[in-house]
């Protein structure tokens, strides 16, 4: 299974990912990663562990259509068969749905579908809930909406600060993330 990380940031998701599977023995490429963002730290962190690396931003293009377009075209041209999202900024449009059909998947820093959006670790802690987690869930047309694969729950206790609670809120991802990329592969070597 040929894999992409959409990433736009440090890339901590892509390397728990990359470690995760460097250890298992599975048929699993990390096959390139992707962002939109020109100094995104996850293109250091791929270049080191020998990953190729793809960059452009929407800017470059003369709308989303044409942006989105060529991201597509260079998914198929290097046979992606799941596209990863990890930390990446953008909301897919309707030809990657159109051409990766439950083949695209994101985490999330919240138990979905509360706390959605870009802030979902903020909104839980000014929220005051006492639990909170991180989501693994396929990728539609909304944000944040579509069907959920995996959960974690995450403690919030009267020591935890903001920061605290992203710690253990990114240890948790990288903890999820890889098991469940492993159950999906998995799942589909069964069916071949």
Do not use: W
Not at 36 to 53: H, I, P, Q, S, Y
């Amino acid at each position: 299974m040929r894999i992409a990380v959409l990433a736009s940031g440090n890339g901590s998701n892509f390397a728990a990912i990359v470690d995760f599977f460097q250890k298992e023995k599975l048929s699993v490429e990390i096959a390139l990663v992707f962002s939109d963002k020109k100094n995104a730290f996850v293109l250091e962190r791929a270049k080191k562990v020998g990953v190729a690396t793809y960059q452009f931003s929407p800017q470059d293009f003369s709308d989303k259509k044409m942006y989105e377009k060529s991201l597509l075209e260079l998914l198929q041209q290097e046979k992606i068969d799941l596209v990863v999202l990890a930390g990446y900024m953008r909301i897919i449009g309707p030809q990657l749905l159109a051409a990766f059909p439950k083949k695209i998947i994101n985490i999330h820093p919240s138990l979905l579908p509360a706390f959605p959006g870009l802030h979902g670790i903020k909104d839980a802690y000014d929220y005051g809930v006492k639990v909170t987690g991180v989501t693994v869930h396929y990728i539609d047309d909304g944000v944040d909406t579509g069907p959920i694969i995996a959960q974690v729950p995450v403690l919030i206790t009267t020591d935890d600060d903001l920061t605290s609670l992203e710690t253990k809120i990114h240890q948790a991802e990288h903890q999820l993330y890889p098991a469940v990329l492993k159950e999906i592969v998995l799942e589909k070597q069964d069916r071949h």
